[in-house]
């Protein structure tokens, strides 16, 4: 009895700790200036590659290396990123991730987010809802609504519902 009272008791602090760690991670906003940027995308198909290159077109070199998360079976995407970019550095682990609403990229985003908790890398993590949403969140927009460090919709009618995202306008 007095054994499983511990055992209990010391869940209870274990749970206590994570969730306390968990709201340390998700509301720290500290920015630091960089030079580079090391970024992650995550690839889906079909629409949410035009999408992604279209983002990665416009960002500066200060953002590199780039890395690429792409399903096993995706080749057209795999194809499009090898066009899109002449050389892949895969040296240094990534510092920020940046997705478009694939259900491939939550699990990507819990991942990094689980580093952040353990204490091993702060990972920027930014969510770009696709423009295909105009009035409600996608699957994946609600999930990493709370988990994202950046939450950016394309429409205003989503800024209007979703107050923490960022309204940039049309963006893709």
Same mark, same amino acid.
């Given at each position: 009895m007095a054994s499983a009272l511990i055992l209990a008791a010391t869940a209870g602090v274990?749970?206590?700790l994570l969730a306390?760690? +968990?709201w340390v991670v998700l509301h720290s906003r500290v920015v630091v200036p960089r030079e580079s940027l090391s970024l992650m995308a995550v690839v889906g198909s079909g629409g949410h590659t035009t999408e992604i290159l279209r983002l990665l077109?416009? +960002?500066s070199s200060a953002y590199s290396p780039r890395h690429y998360i792409i399903a096993d079976t995706d080749e057209m995407s795999a194809q499009k #990123?090898?066009?899109f970019e002449l050389y892949r550095a895969d040296r240094? $682990?990534?510092t920020m991730v940046l997705c478009n609403g694939p259900g491939t990229c939550v699990p990507i985003c819990v991942s990094a987010l689980l580093l952040g908790i353990l204490g091993i890398k702060k990972v920027i993590i930014v969510y770009v809802e696709s423009i295909c949403r105009v009035e409600h969140l996608s699957l994946s927009g609600? #999930?990493?609504f709370h988990l994202s460090d950046y939450f950016i919709v394309q429409w205003p009618t989503l800024k209007e519902k979703? $107050?923490?995202s960022v309204y940039l306008g049309r963006i893709v």
């Open positions: 274990v749970a206590v306390l760690r +968990l077109e416009h +960002l #990123i090898s066009s240094d $682990p990534s609600k #999930i990493l979703y $107050p923490k």
